[in-house]
């Protein structure tokens, strides 16, 4: 089966589940924003069209770190793929760390974030500008330790596809496999704006390293999780969503008054800043105006 009949396939899953979780939101009575999910519907658009330009720069960059590995493990062992799995999670919790500590990388990634509701969909708000903010760096140690680009890839993609259904309110907490599975409740965590859930559980599949290095936060039955950005972007304008950070980063550079404040404001951690300006809506403004309260489905 091919790559494009496998993303078809998964795709058609992930159409049958989204629409499970609308029915269930509608009959609980918590109702479902439509102009939400428009603005997911834009972003996977946009998504496909930026994949498809820049989608080659990082597997070269990770085909070049292959090449300089000093030994290489072969595809065909199972055991390749089994400490592959190990090795790319703890890679990833690093990137996803550093994608909300580092002010570069989180100008993509709080795309992510950017949803005020949790849904399925929400799960493919995904930023156009990746290859930019160079997230994907972070994984290059792993091929220059010789695992191939195709396990990296391939492992990458089960990663992201099984965190799609991490994305829910639908599934509450799952017992014992909450102690080493990222799950729908970790996830609602690290998706929350309350300052107790800020920057915890950046694990893929597994939630072992959250809690070996400290980031882990369990969901509290008496502190509902908020979701979004702690500047909530009030816009499901597509392009609005995909560039708001950027706009944001380069006004808190043109307004720094010193070398220093420039690079914070380029490297700093996100949560530490403070802008010069506090309209930080500015520059989304000059993409368009902004949008009235989403109308919702439901109660």
């Given at each position: 089966?091919?790559?494009?009949?496998?993303?078809?396939g998964f795709l058609a899953i992930a159409l049958v589940f989204a629409g499970a979780e609308y029915l269930w939101r509608m009959r609980s009575g918590r109702?479902?924003?439509?102009?939400?999910?428009g603005g997911n519907i834009g972003m996977i658009i946009g998504l496909a069209v930026s994949k498809a330009l820049t989608g080659g720069i990082a597997v070269a960059g990770l085909m070049a770190a292959y090449h300089l590995a000093p030994m290489q493990f072969s595809l065909d062992d199972w055991r390749t793929w089994a400490a592959g799995f190990l090795v790319l999670e703890f890679?990833?919790?690093?990137?996803?760390r550093f994608s909300h500590t580092i002010r570069w990388i989180w100008t993509s990634h709080s795309v992510h974030h950017s949803a005020t509701e949790f849904t399925l969909p929400a799960a493919?708000?995904?930023?156009?500008?990746?290859?930019?903010s160079g997230a994907w760096l972070v994984l290059t140690p792993m091929a220059l330790i010789g695992f191939h680009p195709i396990l990296i890839t391939v492992l990458l993609v089960v990663n992201l596809r099984l965190q799609y259904f991490l994305h829910t309110e639908s599934v509450r907490k799952l017992g014992p496999l909450e102690w080493v599975f990222n799950t729908p409740s970790h996830h609602r965590v690290h998706h929350g704006t309350n300052p107790?859930?800020?920057d915890k559980n950046f694990g893929g599949i597994l939630i072992v390293f959250d809690r070996l290095f400290g980031t882990f936060a369990e969901e509290c039955n008496d502190k509902p999780v908020?979701?979004?950005?702690?500047?909530?972007l009030?816009?499901?304008n597509p392009f609005i969503i995909a560039f708001h950070e950027w706009g944001n980063m380069f006004c808190d550079i043109r307004q720094a008054r010193s070398m220093r404040q420039r690079l914070r404001?380029?490297?700093?951690?996100p949560s530490d800043l403070t802008p010069a300006n506090p309209a930080r809506q500015a520059p989304v403004a000059l993409l368009a105006p902004a949008k009235p309260q989403a109308a919702r489905v439901g109660p």
């Open positions: 089966m091919s790559y494009t009949q496998q993303s078809l109702g479902y924003d439509l102009a939400s999910l890679f990833y919790y690093w990137q996803h493919f708000r995904l930023s156009w500008t990746g290859i930019f107790e859930y800020i908020i979701y979004g950005l702690t500047k909530p009030n816009s499901n404001a380029l490297f700093g951690r």
